[in-house]
């Protein structure tokens, strides 16, 4: 599925470009489309896979230094509730932020092709609970799900932005890298059957390199 994205966002890209081309043959455009230094834009993923806005629940902002050098900062939280029974219920919180800067290329009037890197940093807490133990840093007894953890990674990353009007554009990004996870130990706490006795799993460490596709298209604003 992210392979039919790719390959949808590189036609549309291609099309906007050819577009963008011929318009500039028939009709010169004067007008300024893209952002210029001390610009702001903001933006939200569109899944095109669901229909839906928020894709991972991130939001990006970013801070044009220069017309072709932009700081970004991406953010996203979450927080989750859920209550099987009168007394047990699982809950989980996250929280990440992903720091980075662009390189603009000169593309066309309208096209603002990419390279750059971020630097993105998370936490997730999580908790299980019944009347007869307490589980934190899962939400399963004797299990990894939801494992608490903090993880720092380092990408790299190319995009375009696609100026449909002035101060409105959509995008799409791809890219690569390494994160570090350390997962939190994992203690569950008796209140019943061996009451004030606990157990624990203890965490560990994990590196992973990956390549990554957005799952849609970016759509956002200049201020």
Known sequence: MK?????LSCCLAAAFTAQAQTAEVVQPENKTYKPTAGDITTEVSVNLEYGTFLNGGQLR???????????????????TYSKME???????????LAPGIERHFGGTNRLSPYIGVELPIGFRTSKYET?????????AYNSLADQAN?????????????????????????GAGVRYNKYNDIETTFKRDFPNSSQEQEGYHSIRFYPFANGGLRVGFVF
């Open 86 to 96: 009168a007394e047990v219920y699982s809950s989980t919180f996250g929280i990440s």
């Open 3 to 7: 392979l039919k994205l790719l390959a």
């Open 61 to 79: 902002v970013r801070k044009f230094t220069a017309e072709n050098k932009a700081l970004r900062l991406g953010t996203s939280l979450d927080y």
């Open 131 to 139: 009347d007869h133990f307490t589980v934190k840093g899962s939400t």
């Open 150 to 174: 903090f993880n720092i990674g380092l990408n790299g990353l190319a995009g375009v932005d696609y100026y449909f009007a002035p101060r409105f554009y959509v995008g799409f990004e791809v």
